[in-house]
């Protein structure tokens, strides 16, 4: 229902972190059912919400799934289907997040 409701919004709607905040609390008990609907919707109609939402997923991964699912950033930054502007904000966070790696790489050494 939750992607339901954010594939018939705007894809460059802002995001407000409140809203991101419900989103994350909604399914609270099953975010198991949440990531992978999650990951199954940015790949279909990724938005600069649900984009959000999967970067705030990433943070919460050990780095060995972190780094597995950071492809789907590359992904939707290379796909012609979406916008500039989503396209641009998925290559973002894909070079946020490869930078946060490195510096966890550099403090375990």
């Known amino acids: 229902m939750l992607f339901l409701f ?11 972190f409140s809203f991101i905040h419900l989103i994350e609390c909604i399914d609270k008990p099953t975010y198991e059912i949440y990531n992978k609907e999650l990951i199954k919707f940015n790949k279909l109609n990724g938005t600069l919400i649900s984009i959000l939402l999967f970067n705030r997923y990433l943070n919460s ?14 992904l939707i930054g290379e796909n012609i289907n ?18 946060r790696l490195k510096l966890s790489e550099e403090v375990k050494k």
């Open 61 to 74: 991964l050990e780095e060995k799934n972190c780094r597995r699912n950071l492809k789907l950033f590359k």
């Open 6 to 16: 954010l594939k018939n919004q705007d894809p460059e709607m802002e995001e407000n």
């Open 82 to 99: 979406y916008s500039d502007l989503i396209k641009e904000e998925a290559l973002r966070l894909y070079e946020n997040q490869i930078k």
